[in-house]
């Protein structure tokens, strides 16, 4: 499931874009030079694109809906570290789980 959560991602991604598996289930999609408002426009259609596919299971004999909730984060010119981006990415991740799932939400600048 997660390779093809993977290649759906990517397909929606540019060259440039970086994709990383972070943690268990969670992935990271980092697009360099991109403000905030165009990371989210990205991130809205990744989640529209694998919304709308429901995913092989079982060699392709069955298949399941699929559904992702996105953290954005841009980076600020006052952080140190990646991490805090990351840790701001985090934080609206678990937000737009808490609001329903199914949805991005992008940090607060």
């Given at each position: 499931m997660l390779r093809e959560f993977a290649k759906r991602v990517r397909a929606h991604t540019r060259g440039?874009?970086?994709?990383?598996?972070?943690?268990?289930?969670?992935i990271v999609v980092a697009v360099p030079d991109t403000a905030l408002e165009g990371a989210e426009a990205v991130a809205e259609r990744i989640r529209e694109r694998i919304e709308a596919t429901v995913f092989p299971i079982h060699r392709g004999t069955r298949a399941v809906p699929v559904t992702v909730s996105i953290g954005v984060a841009a980076r600020q010119l006052e952080d140190r570290a990646a991490g805090e981006m990351l840790k701001r990415a985090d934080l609206a991740l678990y937000r737009a789980k808490q609001e329903g799932r199914n949805k991005v939400i992008a940090a607060a600048a």
């Open positions: 440039i874009d970086l994709l990383a598996r972070y943690g268990g289930e969670e």
